[in-house]
């Protein structure tokens, strides 16, 4: 498998890097037409940081690069021509260095996830790329249990 660049979740005042599952939601999930990818070292286009405030889970920031209306046909020569809508009341900021793609910061849209969620912390840092299959590269592996996205239960591994 190839090195990725992992969704972050901050928990208990800490990032970590989400292992498994890759993706909790989808840019779908709250009304977001993802074009083409925003980003190559991610497999599913974009990044998304979730959060964990008082044992609630919540999708915090999003980075995306926004697609063309339904119906366009030229799917590859469209650019933005105005911003993509509010999510949670939250307007998105055009991104600095890339003029066509977008940053939602502090959504804090509640997630209703029921499952276990795998999160570590890099060996060699947050900003690094991961390979998700090889345990040796997290210093620090957690196990989250949730049951519609209130947290139920943490295992240390």
């Not at 599952?21 to 990044?47: E, H, M, W, Y």
């Not at 910061?105 to 060996?123: A, C, D, Q, T, W």
């Amino acid at each position: 498998m190839t090195l990725i660049t992992p969704n972050l979740i901050q928990f208990e005042g800490n990032y970590y890097q989400l292992v498994r599952p890759f993706n909790l939601s989808s840019p779908k999930d709250v009304g977001l037409f993802i074009g083409r990818f925003a980003s190559t070292d991610n497999p599913s286009g974009f990044l998304f940081t979730y959060m964990i405030e008082k044992g609630q889970l919540f999708l915090d920031t999003i980075f995306c690069r926004p697609g063309p209306p339904k119906g366009w046909k030229y799917k590859f020569l469209y650019r933005f021509k105005s911003y993509p809508p509010a999510i949670n009341g939250v307007k998105p900021e055009q991104d600095k260095a890339m003029d066509d793609y977008f940053r939602y910061e502090n959504l804090s849209v509640p997630l209703k996830y029921s499952g276990e969620l795998i999160i570590g912390n890099s060996r060699y840092g947050m900003d690094s790329e991961i390979h998700p299959d090889h345990p040796g590269s997290y210093a620090e592996l957690l196990t989250l249990t949730f049951e519609k996205g209130k947290l139920v239960q943490r295992r240390m591994h």
